[in-house]
């Protein structure tokens, strides 16, 4: 999966009122990789937002595989879980592979009683999947 870098994009999709802590999310396409950093808690605030971004990358019909990366997220709800499960739904249409990677012990317990990680893989770093 290693490739060029074809765009790289960081985004603020939602800040926590009341707050100064933003949630961001981090997209660059490697190849037909898109992965997707996240960045803060995944929860029904973000969830709506990252879902769209995310479908409007994978309607563009050249994301092959996507590689979502929860390394600094630091809480996931059902409305987290159900932006995961949907790209994943996207993925396996287009004949594609998903990967989970970098979930935090808590996080990654959830992604474990859910069911997801039946699912998807879940890897420590995104370099353990692109050396698949």
Same mark, same amino acid.
Request: hydrophobic residues 45%.
């Given at each position: 999966?290693?490739?060029?870098?074809? $765009?790289?994009? !960081?985004?603020?999709? @939602?800040?926590?009122? +009341? #707050?100064?802590?933003?949630?961001?999310?981090?997209? %660059?396409?490697?190849?037909?990789?898109?992965?997707? /950093?996240?960045?803060?808690?995944l929860d029904m605030v973000m969830a709506e937002k990252l879902?769209?971004?995310?479908? @409007? /990358? &994978?309607?563009?019909?050249?994301?092959?595989? *996507?590689?979502?990366? &929860?390394?600094?997220?630091? $809480?996931?709800?059902?409305? #987290?879980? #159900?932006?995961?499960? @949907? +790209?994943?739904? %996207?993925?396996? @249409? =287009?004949? +594609?592979?998903?990967?989970?990677?970098? =979930? %935090?012990?808590?996080? %990654? /317990?959830? &992604?474990?009683?859910? #069911?997801?990680? !039946? *699912?998807?893989?879940?890897?420590?770093?995104?370099?353990?999947?692109?050396? &698949?």
């Amino acid at each position: 999966m290693e490739g060029i870098i074809i $765009f790289l994009q !960081k985004i603020v999709i @939602a800040t926590v009122e +009341g #707050g100064d802590s933003q949630v961001d999310v981090e997209i %660059k396409m490697v190849r037909n990789t898109l992965v997707i /950093r996240v960045n803060g808690e995944l929860d029904m605030v973000m969830a709506e937002k990252l879902k769209k971004e995310m479908e @409007a /990358r &994978l309607d563009e019909g050249e994301v092959k595989n *996507l590689i979502v990366n &929860l390394e600094k997220v630091t $809480f996931i709800d059902s409305s #987290g879980l #159900g932006v995961i499960i @949907a +790209g994943y739904k %996207k993925v396996m @249409a =287009a004949n +594609g592979r998903m990967y989970i990677v970098g =979930a %935090k012990p808590n996080v %990654k /317990r959830i &992604l474990i009683l859910s #069911g997801v990680s !039946k *699912l998807i893989p879940i890897y420590d770093t995104e370099q353990e999947v692109i050396n &698949l």
